[in-house]
């Protein structure tokens, strides 16, 4: 099971289709809520990376509140935004600030 985890995590395209899940963080995940076109979760660490696959693109990616800007890569705070076949996203999303994160679209 943890190398099946492992790998929808290095490899997102793994995961099910048409569906929210938050698959990897670089920190320890805390508390995940999903919602119609949105997710909330806490991390134990303030700065840490997280790679989710979801069914909408993100409108809005915030850390404690403050808007996060859409990157080339993840060197800096922010998050990538990649489209899969069918309408899905793998975000990847690094934060520096705070454990609190929201994801709308």
Known sequence: MRHFQWAMGAVPEFAPAHADHLLRSS???QKVQYTGHGIDYRT???AAIEVLRLSFKPTRITAGGAALRVRSDNSEEGYTLQPLPGGDWIIRVRHVTSGELSIRG
């Open 27 to 29: 920190s320890v995940v």
């Open 44 to 46: 134990f660490d303030v």
